[in-house]
């Protein structure tokens, strides 16, 4: 009953026993549990244009946080049945569990690859103590000989697996200055697509039909609000998007890159302030003043 209530809630919805967990035993979430239900729910594959005085993030940002709305829709879906309903910020690998399903296949651009959705969905996990019949599928889907995503990937992270600390999605969520390079290829408020909308596996895919991942006028976020609003006027506002989670002045450094691939000087006076404000802390002083002496370059 819970699978098929699931698989309704849900766009793709696999089961494995705990035991195919590689190393069950060293994680004490999985004590007394004995299946996972491993969940995909589509996102819109669409992107907006990056605009002079709004600026967007990653596409899985335009609608909203979609862990909320995983563990809400778990929630609704298994009111009256004893669950953990996780999604993302947990240690189980998600990739791996549904890997084992066979739901999807991990792909060369690091991300799980499904038939019908390619890449576009989150991935949730229901952990049951009762145990339910596994439903796993067999999966001989593969990337081939296709390399698309590694050549388009502007900073190389995907030759010879994926590398993490050279992957701009994972550069422009830290709290520290970023390398000279990733200041220049940055183009996002936050995340990376690139190696996504070129894959291949992402054309002709099935709708997402989440009304809560549908793109919402808070999809952009304003330059302005980003050096006006207080932190709290900020998420009141934008708080209800993932692009939200690292706090407001990552988005505004990330900002800067994006001001200065389009050259646009209309907020150094903003930013000068910012440099003279104690409450920006260091790591976003480095990569602004850098910033800011390259835009002042084009003011006439
Ligand atoms: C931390 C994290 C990040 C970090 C680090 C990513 C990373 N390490 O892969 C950052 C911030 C960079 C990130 C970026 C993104 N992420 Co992320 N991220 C996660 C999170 C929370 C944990 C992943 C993790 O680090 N696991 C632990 C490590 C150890 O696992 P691993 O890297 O997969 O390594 C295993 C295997 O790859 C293998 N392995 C690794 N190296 C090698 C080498 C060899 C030779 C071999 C044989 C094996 C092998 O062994 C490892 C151990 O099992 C997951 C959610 C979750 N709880 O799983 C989401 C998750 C993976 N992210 C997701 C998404 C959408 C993204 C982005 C697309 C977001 C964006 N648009 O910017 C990018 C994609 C970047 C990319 N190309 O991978 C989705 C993926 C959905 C999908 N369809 O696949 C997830 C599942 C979140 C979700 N709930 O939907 N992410
Ligand atoms: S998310 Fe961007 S930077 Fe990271 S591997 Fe993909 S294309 Fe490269
Ligand atoms: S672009 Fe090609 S190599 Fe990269 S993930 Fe898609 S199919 Fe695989």
Redesign the pocket.
């Known amino acids: 009953m819970i699978y098929e209530r699931l698989s309704e809630a849900f766009d793709f919805v696999g089961v494995i026993d705990k035991e195919r967990y590689?190393n069950y035993e060293k994680y004490e979430r999985l004590n007394e549990i004995s299946s996972i239900f491993v969940l995909?729910l589509a996102y819109p594959n669409v992107q907006l244009k990056q605009e002079e005085d709004r600026l967007k993030a990653?596409?899985?940002t335009y609608g909203y946080d979609?862990h909320d709305v995983?563990k809400a829709l778990i929630k609704e879906t298994l009111k009256d049945y004893e669950h953990v309903a996780?999604?993302?910020?947990?240690?189980?690998?998600?990739?791996?569990c549904?890997e084992l399903t066979g739901l999807?296949y991990?792909a060369k651009?690091?991300?799980?690859?499904?038939k019908d959705y390619g890449?576009?969905?989150?991935?949730?996990l229901v952990l049951t103590k009762e145990k339910y019949p596994e439903v796993i599928v067999e999966n001989s889907d593969s990337c081939g000989d296709c390399d698309i995503c590694l050549r388009a990937c502007p900073v190389g992270?995907?030759f010879g697996?994926?590398e993490?600390e050279k992957?701009m999605?994972?550069e422009n969520?830290m709290k520290k200055p970023m390398r000279d390079e990733v200041i220049d290829k940055n183009y996002?408020l936050?995340?990376?697509?690139i190696?996504?909308i070129v894959c291949p596996k992402n054309r002709n895919i099935k709708p997402a039909k989440t009304e809560e991942f549908k793109v919402k006028p808070t999809a952009y976020v304003l330059i302005n609000d980003l050096f006006e609003l207080s932190n709290k006027e900020f998420m009141d506002k934008y708080g209800k998007h993932a692009y939200t989670w690292r706090g407001k002045t990552i988005l505004i450094r990330n900002a800067l890159t994006l001001l200065l691939k389009q050259k646009n000087t209309k907020y150094n006076d903003k930013i000068r302030k910012t440099l003279n404000d104690d409450k920006y802390p260091d790591w976003y002083k480095v990569d602004a003043s850098k910033i800011l002496k390259r835009l002042e370059q084009f003011e006439i």
């Open positions: 590689p995909g990653s596409m899985y979609y995983i996780l999604a993302d910020n947990h240690e189980l690998n998600e990739r791996k549904l999807a991990h651009n690091n991300l799980m690859i499904n890449s576009f969905f989150f991935i949730g992270a995907l697996g994926y993490m992957c999605s994972y969520q996002l936050l995340g990376c697509d190696c996504q």
